[in-house]
């Protein structure tokens, strides 16, 4: 049996609004994440799939340790870590590393190839008595050259900045790597070399992966299990080739059927076009009932008045919606597939 590298328990982060101010009330919330639990297993790479605003980065953040959660918990093999990075042991940091969306950014100007992948193994104290050939070893884990050393992060293109960002993830031997869009920024013409690493050093160091994207074609080639994420809430969990194949979730038809195909298997398998009907509500005022029901061409009454719990529908596939409580009623929304 794998060993549960992360594990997320009803994890919410709410925002509130207007907090300055002494005597000012804070009666609002942005529900960024509410409620939100998944696990991830040793080597596994988990997609969790969301529009702009859906909450992944939040959770990504939350997991990192850059914000406390307001209610739940994230357990690291089993070890609370639900506070922020600074209180978490030096130990465990080094465990959990993150691989930012641009690389532009999350590098230091000012510092050069070499100043960037050494901080983490000298905060760490890691590889002292070979950090030179640790170094090396770092770049061609990206394949790049070691002469890329003395180089400064404005002199590389996107991607050998993002290679640089993902070997910096690397030198501190992690076991859990966040990727947050790490391809989004990128021309098209580097971004399956950026995969492809990911990849490679994934299978070469049974990595687990929390891979961030809104990018569903990505997912069904790189992913073990894909997660959607809607309003700060899962709607559907399943193994890749299930969620793809058989999508339970209207919000996940939805997204599915409005993704390109390739091949006429896939074709065959897409949900029919599922137009998007209603407005996006706020994350400050979600509606009572299912957060979805506002965009949802299959709600009914019950949906604007409860909302529904995650089910196991069949074994590994959850989903959260109300047709979903018999499997009579579920075929009610495969019918939705194309023949
Ligand atoms: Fe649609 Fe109702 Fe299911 Fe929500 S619970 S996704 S509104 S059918």
Known sequence: MREETLAVVNLKKHFPINPTGWFRKQTQFIRAVDGVSFSIFEGECFGLVGESGSGKSVTAYTVMGVYTPSDGQVLFRGQDISMEVAKRPLSLKKEIQIVFQDPGSSLNPKRTVRQILEMPMRVHGLYKHRLEQRLKELLDMVELPASFLNK???????G???AVAIARAMATEPSLVILDEPTSALDVSVQAKIINDLMN?????????LFITHDLSL?????????????????????TQDFFNNPLHPYTQMLLSSVPVITEEEERLKPKRVLSVGEIPSPVNVPPGCSFHTRCHMAYDRCRQEDPIMREYKPGHWVRCHLYKEDSEASTVNSNRRD
Request: glycine share 8%; net charge positive.
């Open 152 to 158: 400064y992060p404005l002199t590389l293109g996107g």
């Open 160 to 162: 050998e900045r993002q």
């Open 201 to 209: 050093l994934q299978q070469q160091h049974r990595l687990s992966y």
């Open 219 to 239: 997912m069904r080639n790189v992913a073990d299990r894909v997660a959607i994420i809607y309003l700060g809430k899962l709607c559907e969990i399943a193994q």
